[in-house]
């Protein structure tokens, strides 16, 4: 997965990703040193469980208010199974046509980064790395039980973590449990995150308006 070589060019546009939560904040800088360093990137989080379109409208607002010169691409990473819990769901339609009844024509497009069921699911795609977070004996490390990551998520990590007496909790605890994680090995094994990463590093050094 190749760069662009671009993060130095101020005529390109600058890739936002809107970050759901505190686990997001951890795992994404990861991803950014490893894959998407060579592009005009940022990384914005939002906070809480309300309208989630209102504050990701928000922070596209705020960007081009504060910056009158540059265009922006956005992605919301969010978990597909907590965007059922907010007030209400994340809604890309409804984002765009506020964009273009504002007339921010530096917004050029708003997509999403769907964790599916959730960004815990995408741990498992590195298990091996998981089992030697929790220093688990190789007699106790059943690798072909997690072989479909997407049948797991954070409730599993917990009875998991919770089987060798210690315990997961997302966000910015689980830093250090997150910075031993492989994150190229996940990247290439989860096919939907390495599609969204190929897609922002493609679309980086577009120019193309892709909502007006």
Not at 29 to 53: A, C, S, T, W, Y
Not at 86 to 113: D, E, G, P, Y
Not at 156 to 168: A, G
């Amino acid at each position: 997965m190749c760069s662009q070589g671009n993060v130095n060019n101020k005529d390109l546009p600058v890739s936002l990703l809107i970050l759901e939560g505190d686990t997001e904040e951890i795992f994404y800088p990861r991803v950014r040193d490893l894959f998407l360093k060579d592009i005009r990137l940022k990384l914005i989080p939002i906070k809480g469980q309300r309208n989630i379109n209102a504050q990701v409208m928000a922070k596209l607002f705020g960007f081009a208010r504060e910056n009158h010169t540059d265009n922006c691409r956005a992605y919301c990473c969010i978990d597909a199974e907590s965007n059922k819990k907010f007030a209400t769901s994340l809604n890309l339609t409804l984002i765009r046509n506020q964009i273009r009844q504002r007339n921010i024509k530096q917004v050029l497009s708003v997509n999403a980064v769907l964790a599916v069921p959730e960004i815990e699911s995408w741990f498992f795609y590195d298990i091996e790395g998981i089992y030697k977070h929790l220093r688990a004996p190789q007699h106790q490390c059943n690798i072909k039980k997690y072989s479909l990551p997407k049948n797991f998520g954070k409730k599993e990590l917990q009875r998991l973590f919770e089987q060798f007496k210690l315990n997961y909790l997302p966000g910015k605890r689980a830093e250090n449990f997150i910075n031993h994680l492989d994150i190229e090995k996940i990247v290439n094994k989860c096919e939907s995150l390495k599609r969204d990463i190929e897609r922002i590093i493609k679309q980086a050094a577009d120019t193309t308006n892709h909502i007006f």
